[in-house]
């Protein structure tokens, strides 16, 4: 199957920096990306769908000034944490779509997650 | 759009068991079916399909039947191993059902025993 890799897979920072995570494509493109988030022992909140070439959509309740999404090719798409703090500590993980060939339906690739802790 | 109901856990069980996670659906016509796993500290990882009625999705022992009289989508494997021990997603191909965005529910954890 297709692969998606993130970059960092473990990152740590200071209250009040701003961390980038990197999600990409590696063997296909993806027009369509998505980002969540979970936390420990929950399921996975989605946060926002990044489009290639457009701003992305997010969900209510997520701060867009808070988490930037970018998705400048088809193959890269990243989130930017900005002034971090400690509730921003978290699992991040983005996913990829695909249409299978022959266009019978969409299948979702994720990338294996990052984790973020705030000090 | 869709939705999907969960067994929700947490299930243990020993070596050897018998396993069955319980998935029901409500949707728009006929969405392909999936089930996801989350290893400890990893992303998820498709697990199985099914892409239309009465198909029948298998890997790695596991197998789930899309029943659509009943709506159903029950993840079964007949002799679970402390491998297996994860957390598993049920989830309907949401662009079918006039949607794009792939959302969960609560998952169910599994832990197999030695």
């Known amino acids: 199957g297709a692969v998606v890799s993130q970059h960092p897979s473990r990152v740590i920072c200071k209250s009040g920096t701003s961390v980038k995570i990197e999600c990409r494509s590696l063997?296909?493109?993806?027009?369509?990306m998505f980002w969540y988030r979970q936390f420990p022992k929950q399921s996975l909140m989605l946060m926002a769908t990044?489009?290639?070439?457009?701003?992305?959509?997010?969900e209510q309740g997520v701060e867009k000034d808070k988490f930037l999404i970018n998705h400048a090719s088809l193959t890269l798409s990243t989130l930017t944490v900005t002034s971090a703090h400690p509730e921003d500590s978290s699992f991040y993980i983005c996913?990829?779509?695909?249409?299978?060939?022959?266009?019978?339906?969409?299948?979702?690739?994720f990338g294996p997650g990052t984790r973020l802790t705030v000090l | 759009g869709n939705s999907v109901t969960q067994m929700e856990g947490p299930v243990t069980l020993s070596e050897e068991a018998f396993l069955t996670i319980n998935c029901t659906y409500t949707?728009?016509?006929?969405?392909?079916l999936f089930w996801y796993v989350q290893y400890p500290g990893e992303g998820l990882q498709l697990l199985l399909k099914?892409?239309?009625?009465?198909d029948k999705g298998s890997n790695k022992g596991f197998e789930a039947t899309y029943r659509k009289e009943t709506t159903s989508f029950h993840l079964e494997k007949g002799s679970v191993q402390v491998s297996d021990s994860a957390v598993y997603f049920c989830?309907?191909?949401?662009?079918?059902?006039?949607?794009?965005?792939?959302?969960f529910g609560k998952g169910t954890k599994l832990t197999v025993n030695p």
């Open positions: 996913s990829a779509r695909v249409l299978v060939a022959g266009g019978s339906y969409n299948e979702q690739f």
């Open positions: 063997d296909f493109q993806a027009t369509t």
């Open positions: 949707a728009t016509g006929y969405p392909s």
């Open positions: 990044s489009n290639e070439g457009s701003k992305a959509t997010y």
């Open positions: 989830a309907p191909d949401p662009t079918q059902g006039g949607s794009e965005k792939l959302v």
């Open positions: 099914a892409t239309k009625a009465d």
